[in-house]
Structure formats: C-alpha cells, structure tokens
C-alpha cells in the first residue's frame, strides 16, 4: 500500500495493521527515515519537502510491485511525508510482511534504496545560511545500483 | 503542451507550471530543453548544467532522445532527494 | 539496550524512545518477528519459548556490542520474550538507529541473523500431533555466515 | 558441578538442573558427556546423537575437548531456535 501525505504516522498502527489477521507472517521489517540534524554550520532548523502528484504515487507504486515480484511479500506499506518537517520528525516509512525473515529483511532495504532514486521527491533545508537544496548523494545511485543485473 | 519544473529548477526559473505551444522543429526532449534555455536569462541560467537536469514525460522518466507530441506532460527537475 | 521478557512490547513506543531527542538519527530499521501458523496438518495452536536466563542476557548483550564496533549506530534495542505466544504474536523486536540509512538497515539484519544462531532460545509447538520442538535450520547458519571473514 | 538442561534434553532426560561431582578421569566436556550417557537409559536416549547436542560451560558456548573444573556451570542443549 501506498500513501502520500503531510500527516505524521503511528509506526506501531501502522505494523499492526500491516500483519493483522494474517497468521502466515513470520516477520515484519521496517525502514523510518527521520529529519536529523547534525548542528554545527550546517544546522537544519527545517526541511521542506516536495513532489510531483501523480508521478510519486504512480512510481512508489512500481516500486512496491517490484519488490512483490521479488520476493514472497504477504503485505507492504509505504507512507511519504511531504512539507514541512522539523529535526526528528518522521519522513518515511516502509514496511515489508512475509513468511520468512530473509524476504522481508531484503524487500525492506530493497524499497528504500529505490524510493531514494526513483520516487520524485526533492528536500531543501533552512540553514543559518538561508535555504538549501539537497543535493543528491552518490552513494544513493550505488545502493541502487546493488539491486540490479 | 504543459510543462512543470521542481525543487531549484522552479525556484531559478520561477515557475512551477506553465503551457507552452511546441515550436515547430522541436522534436525530443534534447530539442526542448535548447529551447527552453533560449527563452531567457533565468531559464538559461537554471538550465545551464544539464548533467543535474532529469526530465520526465507523461511521469515516466525518458532520455534526451525521447520524442514529444504536443499533448505530452513535461516535467523538468534536478535529481530526487526524497526517503 | 537488551530485554528478555514475558510481556508484549509496543513497537511504536520502543521506536519512539529509541530515536527520543537525539536528532542525529537519521534513520531506524526494524524487525519483528511474530509467531506463525502456516495451517494444514501442521497448524500451531501455540509456541513455547525457553531460554536460559543469564546466557541470554550476556549473548545478547556480545551481539549488540559486535553491531556498534561494525556499524556507526546511534542506539539499538532487542527485544525477545519466552513463555507461551500464540499466533501473530510478537516473539522478537530488533531496531538500529544511526545516522546513516544503511548501517541501520545492516546493522539491523545482522541482529536478526546473530540473535537467531546464538541467543540460547528454543521454542516447542502445539500442534495437533503434541509438542514438537522446533529444528534449527540450515539457512539460519547460512545467514549468520555471510556476515564472517 | 551445576548441570543445566535444555528444550528437549531436558524433557527426555526429565530433568532441569542437577548437582553432580565430577568424577575422577573426566577432564573434559566429551568425557562428560560420555559419563552422563552412562547415568541411565533416559541419559543415554537423549545423548544417543551428539551432532545435535550443544555445550555451554559458564554460559559461553565450547567444543569438546573445553576442560572442567568441579565449579563450573555446564549446560546441554539442542542447538538454539529463538528469534
């Protein structure tokens, strides 16, 4: 399942809900990603966090079927945040229910690696130095790229 | 044909949304964005360094070779930095 | 942080706390695993979990430090009850917090794969048949494995 | 010595816990466990396959040939199945 919104989520609900009534699951793996805030020059009093309707839920989707694809999912979750968000608030979570530990643990990190570079999201930050837009990591493109060929 | 831009692509530019009528000989998206950057100052300067630039069509991400017809959703956007 | 107990946990609660005021944390992965029954001729009306109160504690104790001598982890927690589970309750809670995505999500795995080859648990099944006691698996081994030499 | 079982060596023996002396000659958790095979049908049923059985002297997992001393905590389990 799929949700885009500027609402904050209940992580334990939220599994709940994921597993409830299904007594075939043997394990439930999730991703929270949060705002943080390292201080110093660059503390982040804010982020701003933006996307492009329609695009984002129609690629989260793909991505979720995909991991379906991959492995014996028996429920999955994804909830995106957009908007304003403040240092420890909640961003993201992904959440991933299967029979067998192994495919829930790798399906988890599997759609956070893709939604990191295929869901069209953008963040900017509100500096001391005034706004700042993220800049995309490398190292985000080779956790991708592990999940391919 | 409508055209979006996001994050510090539509704050250069200074707009999120607009309609545009494609010119006659424009025929893919490398097409578009010479275009677009001839339109003026800020548009040149947000387009200046195309290797931060992704461009999507109808919502799927496509390369500069990927045709255009007039109906077509165009969104131009720096690399995403969601999760 | 380690505890082995009777009671249910709240995995909403547990995250929370985990990540409390420290916003350092960029992310938080999990695993919980919860009891299955898979039906048919084997279906399990209950599980039995025993331990070994002392040797628990202190191997749980070895693999969490083993995780942050790895990973740069902010906090982490296990979690794993005994006694008497019936279905889709929860057995076992393993969160990372850290600043960085992927030493939550490692870090977290590699938990879940120690906790299961050297936590001294066993668990017994109520079955139509009478108690049978579970077998270890191989793929548990397996999984342990990859993350040596 | 403590002797502590567990899971089903503990049910097939029929004990949890034990207080013996170790007796003379036996330096080791093998010659241990050859000892407590010869203690009794329901010792010698539950040891029959040692490749299944697991030792732990003073709560750290040991192979065969660890020495014991008279003070030691030795437990004997099946290999572990929580998580």
Same mark, same amino acid.
């Given at each position: 399942m799929i +949700?885009?919104? +500027?609402?904050?989520?209940?992580?334990?609900?939220? *599994?709940?809900?994921?597993?409830?009534g299904?007594?075939?699951?043997?394990? $439930?793996?999730?991703?929270?990603?949060?705002?943080s805030?390292?201080g110093g @020059?660059d503390?982040?009093?804010a *982020?701003?966090?933006?996307?492009?309707?329609?695009?984002?839920?129609? %690629?989260l #989707?793909?991505?979720? *079927?995909?991991?379906h694809r991959?492995? @014996?999912l028996?429920?999955?979750l $994804? $909830?995106?945040?957009?908007? +304003?968000l /403040?240092?420890g608030?909640?961003?993201v979570?992904?959440?991933?229910?299967?029979p067998?530990r192994?495919?829930? *643990? #790798? #399906?988890?990190?599997?759609? $956070?690696d893709?939604? %990191?570079?295929d869901?069209?999201?953008? %963040?900017s930050?509100?500096? @001391? #130095?005034? /706004?700042?837009?993220?800049? +995309?990591?490398a190292?985000d493109?080779?956790a %991708?790229?592990?999940?391919q060929? | 044909?409508?055209?979006?831009?996001?994050?510090?692509l539509?704050?250069?530019i200074g707009c999120?949304e !607009?309609e545009?009528s494609?010119?006659?000989?424009i025929?893919?998206v490398?097409?578009?964005?010479?275009?677009l &950057?001839s339109?003026?100052?800020?548009?040149? !300067?947000a387009?200046?360094d195309? &290797?931060v630039?992704?461009?999507?069509?109808? =919502? !799927?991400?496509?390369g500069r070779?990927h045709p255009?017809?007039d =109906?077509? !959703?165009?969104?131009v956007?720096?690399?995403?930095?969601?999760?």
């Open positions: +949700r885009v919104q +500027r609402e904050d989520f209940d992580i334990g609900a939220e *599994l709940d809900r994921l597993a409830a299904n007594h075939a699951i043997g394990g $439930i793996a999730s991703f929270v990603g949060l705002v805030d390292l @020059p503390r982040v009093a *982020l701003s966090l933006e996307h492009y309707p329609g695009m984002t839920e129609k %690629k #989707a793909e991505i979720e *079927l995909e991991a991959r492995w @014996p028996t429920a999955s $994804i $909830i995106h945040r957009y908007g +304003r /403040e240092p608030e909640r961003i979570l992904v959440a991933t229910a299967s067998h192994e495919a829930a *643990l #790798a #399906a988890c990190h599997f759609l $956070i893709w939604l %990191k570079t869901a069209p999201f953008w %963040k930050e509100q500096t @001391p #130095a005034g /706004e700042r837009w993220v800049e +995309r990591r190292e493109d080779a %991708k790229a592990r999940w060929g | 044909m409508k055209i979006l831009y996001f994050a510090w539509r704050a250069r999120a !607009e545009v494609l010119p006659a000989g025929a893919d490398g097409g578009l964005l010479d275009w &950057s339109r003026g100052p800020r548009y040149a !300067e387009l200046r195309l &290797s630039v992704r461009v999507a069509v109808n =919502q !799927e991400y496509v070779d255009l017809a =109906q077509d !959703e165009v969104a956007f720096p690399p995403v930095t969601g999760g």
